[in-house]
């Protein structure tokens, strides 16, 4: 695990000051760059010593058998598996005969660090060879936000106090061997040399690979080049074979001197185009970004951030920590999603494989309702994925004797790929996450277009999925029966609570879409009588609640089940699912994740205060928060019913859990869900900020320790800039127009914002509930140091 402060607290960096061994896979997942299309872990340029080497191109993905004890109908038969892909950030260096390799001689001195502003992984060192040379490296590494293909990394090494042979070795590796991986159900399954040759080519200064998966049949061309500058006699040739090429470059370096060799590196990959239009495609990306060059690279990668940043940012005061992580997680859910196009964006984005490389419904609960306020062209992307795999569905639907689509709960291709019924396909909830990222999207938004052509179909398709599941009882009660929601620990149930709001908010949205694009819904089918039975499962929903305790039921039966023994339940034996088996947890009280909470976040409408309460306290006593999914969510709903320290308390669980390694499997990649419940916890925790109207609705609140919140929100092409103090919150429209004006809620009261004119509203006191939320023991979210030096 990573000890606390292994990355000094600073607003806008996340340093190393000194290479820790013990947790290198941890910092290869912090230390990752992506753009949503390529990605690569935070290696070590030599490659050695390792955690985990990582390269990774979104949906590049090889098929394998999910095999079953005991086939049942219905199980999915294949499952899919992200490849570590050709690896282009290597760079070995040889000092006389000696390869660098921090385990051997002297490391005076190590630093690695993630600038945030211009999206750079700047590494320095100092190192002693066993023979006593001295040598100081300076590498800058960067995957492209403008360049969608392209990856470079500048190296930089200078002789000390003598003078040296150096050979630097500059490489593209196929197929590298993986270490093997543990039981942990999370962690993904390891494919032994998934990819098999093609084609190479070579030239002097560089040269491309090309690789076929032998099952899915996908594509993979890589291709590197390099410019060198060093003293004079530095040689450069290249050679290769089947899985890897390699430029060496040559020289001897007097103390002062310095060899630079930038490399600049491409990949594609295809499922459909030819061997020559893919290897061209790459060598032309890899043009491209010779021709912009190094400095042009940097200051391309510096303005995209620099625009980024102008609309996203959230400053925070007060917690240091928090500003960091926060920063340290929107830059990663960026990095997850901006170049996604069209493609998934995984529970790990791509900086490492846990969970195989899947997405979840992580995407559409969490990560995207950042992106709609913040990047919304990213999440039309997403959504336009999710549409390119509506046949998938409607085929798995058909599958399972439904009509409509049933979404996939972890797949890449858009075919299901969990082999584990309950905590899988019966997740069928996805379908109306997919759904309300639609009408978040298009009600943010207000593209029409993409509602008609896109977002249509996707909410038709998920409203007959509901239609077909659920059932009116004899009276006329509509159930959705034998699912699973939000919480795995609680599987295969009748009427969840979120799953059946959800879905009710689904079938009345797809109804309303439907009558509004009347046309485009004919051409799906869509009769006036299908609408009026949306309209009616929606109205009939079943919404269980125990009048006894007054409080909702997560299902139906939920609170006469037995209660889960926690004071005998030792804190090494959670996460439980690693400890007992399902069939205990499902009999029993424990929840795994926010579950009736969380649908009092996203349907918070239907819900009072006095129940948002009540509930609140039932379920914080029974949650371990066994999936990092759940924090962030806790946090909101404590800010809301009016516990603001703990809700601070979960804000920081949330944003700090990949620099932390607070589930302690930061190693399989970053969690994507969390980092982006940093911003969630934020702007909807303390600034209260719900969006279940087509007005953006705020009822800012702020803990003791955060004395200044401030963050954006895109509402129709304008940026509310909101800025939230101890008494008051201010209203901005950022560079809008005098004529531009938005209205809003602030704390229940219209409030019409116009450009150029900021409003101040006054906070209103929050009083906290008479009654202190517990948690099972051991499980409440860390209180930290709030010192002033942290
Ligand atoms: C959670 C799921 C989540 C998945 C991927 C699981 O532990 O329970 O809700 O989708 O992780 O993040």
Redesign the pocket.
């Known amino acids: 695990m990573i000890r606390e402060r292994a990355f000094p607290v600073d607003p806008w960096c996340i340093r190393e000051t000194r290479l820790d061994l013990d947790v290198l896979a941890q910092s290869e997942s912090v230390f990752a760059l992506s753009n949503g299309h390529v990605g690569l872990r935070g290696n070590l340029d030599e490659g050695e010593p390792h955690g985990l080497p990582g390269t990774y191109l979104n949906s590049f993905y090889e098929l394998r058998p999910l095999p079953y004890a005991e086939a049942g109908y219905g199980f999915p038969e294949s499952g899919q598996t992200i490849v570590n892909v050709t690896n282009g950030k290597l760079i070995r260096l040889l000092v006389d005969d000696e390869p660098l390799d921090v385990r051997y001689g002297e490391l005076l001195e190590h630093e690695r660090q993630l600038d945030l502003r211009d999206g750079l992984l700047k590494r320095q060192l100092h190192w002693r060879s066993p023979a006593g040379r001295d040598v100081r490296v300076r590498t800058t590494r960067l995957v492209s936000f403008t360049q969608r293909s392209v990856a470079a990394i500048h190296y930089e090494v200078e002789a000390v106090d003598d003078v040296v042979r150096i050979t630097l070795q500059s490489e593209l590796v196929a197929n590298e061997a993986l270490p093997p991986q543990s039981r942990d159900p999370?962690v993904a399954a390891v494919l032994e040399s998934p990819l098999q040759a093609e084609e190479r080519l070579l030239k002097e200064s560089g040269g491309l690979l090309m690789h076929q998966t032998k099952v899915s049949g996908l594509r993979v061309a890589a291709a590197m080049d390099h410019q060198v500058e060093g003293p004079d006699r530095t040689t450069i040739a290249t050679e290769g074979y089947e899985d890897w090429l390699r430029t060496t470059v040559g020289c001897v370096l007097k103390p002062g001197e310095k060899l630079t060799v930038i490399k600049y590196f491409a990949y594609g990959w295809s499922s459909r185009r030819s061997l020559p239009a893919l290897r061209d495609q790459v060598d032309a990306a890899l043009d491209a970004a010779l021709l912009t060059g190094w400095d042009g690279l940097l200051r391309e990668q510096r303005e995209y951030l620099d625009e980024f940043w102008e609309t996203s940012d959230v400053h925070v005061d007060g917690d240091p920590e928090v500003q960091q992580a926060v920063r340290f997680g929107l830059f990663h859910v960026l990095q997850a999603g901006i170049r996604a196009e069209r493609r998934p964006i995984a529970?790990k984005g791509l900086t490492g494989p846990g969970?195989d490389g899947?997405s979840?419904?992580?995407t559409e609960t969490f990560v995207l309702p950042v992106l709609t306020y913040t990047r919304p062209a990213a999440v039309a992307d997403a959504l336009y994925w999710r549409y390119s795999t509506l046949d998938s569905a409607r085929d798995r639907a058909r599958t399972l004797n439904h009509a409509g689509a049933a979404f996939p709960?972890?797949t890449i291709n858009g075919q299901e790929s969990s082999a584990y019924w309950p905590?899988g396909t019966a997740?069928f909830h996805i379908a109306a996450d997919i759904a309300d990222a639609v009408r978040r999207y298009v009600q943010a938004t207000g593209d029409e277009q993409f509602e008609r052509e896109v977002g249509l179909e996707l909410l038709v398709e998920t409203a007959r999925l509901w239609i077909s599941l659920g059932h009116h009882d004899r009276h006329g009660v509509f159930h959705i029966d034998g699912v699973t929601g939000?919480?795995?620990y609680t599987a295969v149930k009748n009427d969840n609570v979120y799953t059946n709001l959800m879905a009710q908010r689904n079938l009345l949205v797809a109804a309303d879409a439907a009558t509004r694009h009347q046309t485009y819904a004919e051409q799906l089918g869509v009769t006036d009588h299908e609408t009026a039975t949306w309209r009616d499962a929606a109205m009939d929903m079943n919404v269980p609640f125990d009048d006894e305790l007054s409080v909702h039921q997560q299902v139906e039966g939920y609170t006469r089940l037995q209660e889960w023994d926690f004071k005998n339940t030792p804190q090494e034996k959670y996460p439980l699912l690693l400890h007992f088996p399902y069939f205990d947890l499902y009999r029993r009280q424990a929840i795994?994740?926010a579950d009736l909470v969380l649908a009092m976040h996203w349907r918070g409408d239907a819900f009072d205060a006095d129940q948002k309460l009540r509930n609140f306290l039932y379920y914080e006593r029974r949650t371990v928060r066994?999936?990092?999914?759940s924090a962030c969510t806790q946090a909101v709903i404590a800010a809301e019913v009016g516990f603001l320290e703990l809700a601070h308390d979960y804000l920081r669980e949330a944003a700090l859990m990949d620099l932390h390694d607070l589930a302690e499997n930061t190693r399989d990649g970053v969690?994507i869900?969390s980092l982006a419940g940093a911003w969630i916890a934020l702007v909807a925790g303390f600034g209260g900020f719900r969006d279940h109207e087509p007005i953006p609705d705020f009822a800012p609140r702020l803990p003791g320790r955060i004395t200044r919140l401030e963050f954006s929100v895109l509402w129709r092409g304008l940026r509310l800039r909101v800025r939230i103090t101890a008494e008051e919150a201010t209203y901005n429209l950022v560079g809008a127009d005098d004529d531009a004006s938005l209205e809003i809620r602030h704390h229940g009261e219209k409030v019409v914002v116009t450009g150029g004119q900021p409003v101040t509203c006054a906070l209103p006191e929050i009083p906290t509930p008479p009654v202190a939320p517990r948690q099972p023991p051991g499980r409440a979210p860390l209180r930290r140091n709030y010192s002033p030096d942290f």
């Not at 066994?626 to 999914?629: A, Y």
């Open positions: 999370r529970a969970y899947h979840f419904w992580d709960w972890r905590a997740s939000p919480d795995e795994k994740q066994d999936s990092s999914l969690h869900a």
